[in-house]
């Protein structure tokens, strides 16, 4: 099993988080990897993470977005948390993605799609400074829900 260090730039807040999972399928497009919640319990409203619970990651080398298939240990899929992001860097065993605080969470049955932190987003000034930026992460989060409408992989599996 070869582990691998996940980093979650986060520029809009100022971190990085850094954990590690491991990895299960890659391509030139996309890695999956297994990552565990081991934080604790987190009560997102329309969500709860538990510790323990299994974060099927699937980051991409040309996509603007990352998807995570979560799911309670062993047991039933709680939803999709994608996060729209820059396109992953792939470096060794290091996988780096830059978060741009949008978000779209997919609720089990795909018909509940929740767009988050659009404020977050629009703060970060992309629209001005960055306007190519600004237009990708808005078609991926359309693309993303068009994905899961149309249950195209990995909102396929339940």
């Given at each position: 099993m070869t582990q691998l260090t996940?980093?979650?730039?986060?520029?809009?807040?100022?971190h990085t988080i850094t954990y590690h999972g491991e990895l299960l399928r890659a391509d030139d497009e996309c890695v999956l990897v297994l990552a565990h919640w081991e934080r604790p319990r987190l009560d997102l409203g329309y969500v709860v993470f538990e510790p323990g619970d299994e974060f099927y990651e699937y980051y991409y080398t040309r996509r603007w977005f990352n998807i995570f298939a979560i799911r309670a240990p062993g047991g039933p899929?709680?939803?999709?948390?994608?996060n729209v992001t820059r396109p992953a860097e792939i470096e060794g065993s290091t996988i780096t993605s830059e978060d741009l605080e949008l978000d779209l969470?997919?609720?089990?049955?795909?018909?509940?799609?929740?767009?988050?932190?659009?404020d977050e987003f629009e703060a970060r000034g992309f629209a001005a400074a960055e306007p190519d930026t600004h237009a990708?992460?808005?078609?991926?989060?359309?693309?993303?829900?068009?994905?899961?409408?149309?249950?195209?992989?990995?909102?396929?599996?339940?």
């Open positions: 996940i980093q979650l730039v986060k520029p809009g807040k100022g899929l709680k939803g999709w948390y994608c969470f997919v609720a089990p049955d795909r018909t509940t799609m929740l767009r988050l932190d659009l990708a992460a808005l078609a991926a989060l359309d693309e993303l829900e068009q994905m899961a409408r149309s249950a195209t992989p990995p909102f396929a599996h339940r």
